[in-house]
């Protein structure tokens, strides 16, 4: 027999189209349980709410590409290399993503990263310092730094395009007067912070129970986020989709660390990478200074009337790019063993902002998460590590991750534009 379904809930009057869509969505999820769940999420597509979809299926793509044209490609031996590779630019991409989603940029997290790794390699070998004291004084200049980006921007109106290009160029100066006239400092390979960036690999037991830890706290988050809901009288979705993307996170992680634990295991650096990722979409998204971010960049002018600080708001984001930068810094001078002029250079700066939006945050501010900087640095560092398999040269590799980029840009843009039509509806 056909159980009887509600009726539509009409939409709220004076609500906006999309936000009534949005309720309907919910309601439909919360009554109808893993169907409507689906339907839920269809509708969000349709409208132009692509979240990480289109990253998670070029990564797909991507990989299965390479893997045809090279079977060594998804080997755990690469696998735990590409991961090592991904740790020290993805971490930069994450204060990457926390300036755009201000909509605003950093062009200098490359200088800031190259000079954390000279303040480094300066401070135990040259002055004898041990090398707590130098990650503290190098976090100190970083956060510095994004203190002085803020008052600029805040105080005398600077543009972040112009206040960062002149940082660039004079933190790269004052990185290559730090390292002196030699220009290059090796780092002593016993050291804590090379072991760390190097040869700590996780043991496969404690990699499985962190594991089990990470799909309980998806499982607790959605759940006490159901709870507020409902005391709150919102619709929640059904509880038989927490279960579900909680078993399929344990078997996906589970699969993962055993498949890794044939080689090396997991690397301390990579597991500090995704933690920090985690720690930061926790605060995005579950703090009152996450929402606040969103609002800024949504919208200034709303969020000032509803009586946020915004100028805090743009000074924290700020200081939290140019510290990520600086511990991006940090661990890329590490895992080579070395400080020099190069540390930060190249396409550093390019890499790190390319990954931000290509894992989905938006170039126009309020829209991406934490996790844009993890998903993409996989796509960036999958792209270069194939090529690098494939002795190809790195002008390709520039190429494609340009062509990537531009059509992350692209989607953005018409995702953005469907929504705003479907809002208009």
């Not at 200049?141 to 921007?153: A, E, H, P, S």
């Not at 006490?224 to 909680?246: C, E, F, N, Q, Y």
């Not at 971010?293 to 200081?319: D, T």
């Not at 040269?393 to 705003?420: E, Q």
Request: charged share 10%; glycine share 12%; aromatic share 8%.
């Amino acid at each position: 027999m056909k159980t009887p379904t509600s009726p539509p809930t009409p939409p709220t009057p004076g609500a906006p189209a999309g936000v009534a869509a949005d309720r309907q969505d919910e309601r439909l999820a919360n009554d109808e349980g893993i169907g409507g769940a689906i339907a839920s999420f269809r509708r969000r597509v349709a409208g132009g709410d692509l979240g990480s979809l289109p990253v998670v299926i070029g990564l797909v793509i991507i990989w299965a590409i390479f893997q045809i044209l090279n079977p060594n490609f998804l080997s755990a031996n690469n696998l735990v290399n590409l991961s090592l590779q991904c740790a020290a630019t993805g971490t930069i991409a994450i204060g990457v993503v926390l300036v755009l989603l201000v909509a605003q940029i950093d062009l200098s997290i490359g200088s800031v990263s190259g000079l954390s790794a000279a303040i480094l390699g300066v401070g135990i070998t040259v002055a004898g310092w041990p090398i707590w004291l130098a990650i503290v004084v190098a976090v100190a200049v970083g956060l510095l730094i994004g203190l002085v980006y803020g008052l600029l921007f805040t105080k005398f109106g600077v543009p972040t395009f112009v206040i960062t290009l002149a940082g660039l160029l004079a933190f790269l100066g004052l990185q290559l007067r730090v390292l002196g006239p030699n220009g290059s400092i090796n780092l002593p390979y016993d050291s804590w912070i090379v072991q760390f960036a190097q040869a700590w690999f996780l043991p496969p037991w404690l990699a499985i129970l962190l594991a089990v830890a990470a799909a309980a706290g998806m499982f607790a988050s959605d759940w006490m986020r159901a709870r507020r809901r409902r005391a709150a009288g919102l619709s929640t979705g059904p509880v038989s989709l927490m279960v579900i993307k909680s078993a399929a996170l344990l078997v996906v992680l589970i699969a993962a660390v055993a498949y890794l634990a044939t080689d090396r295991g997991v690397g301390m650096m990579f597991l500090l990478f995704v933690v920090l990722v985690v720690v930061m979409n926790f605060f995005l998204s579950r703090t009152r200074w996450g929402r606040a971010i969103y609002a800024v960049g949504g919208n200034v002018e709303a969020a000032r009337r509803a009586g946020i600080k915004v100028n805090r708001i743009y000074i924290s984001a700020l200081m939290f790019g140019t510290f990520f930068a600086t511990i991006g810094g940090l661990l890329a001078s590490a895992r080579l063993t070395s400080a020099s002029l190069s540390s930060g250079g190249g396409d550093t700066n390019l890499v790190a902002i390319a990954a931000a939006v290509i894992g989905g945050t938006s170039l126009f501010g309020g829209r991406g998460s934490a996790y844009s900087a993890l998903l993409g640095i996989l796509v960036i560092q999958s792209i270069s590590n194939g090529l690098t398999l494939l002795n190809l040269d790195s002008s390709i590799r520039y190429m494609i991750t340009g062509a990537v980029l531009l059509l992350a840009v692209i989607i953005d843009s018409l995702s953005r534009r469907s929504r705003a039509s479907h809002g208009q509806a």
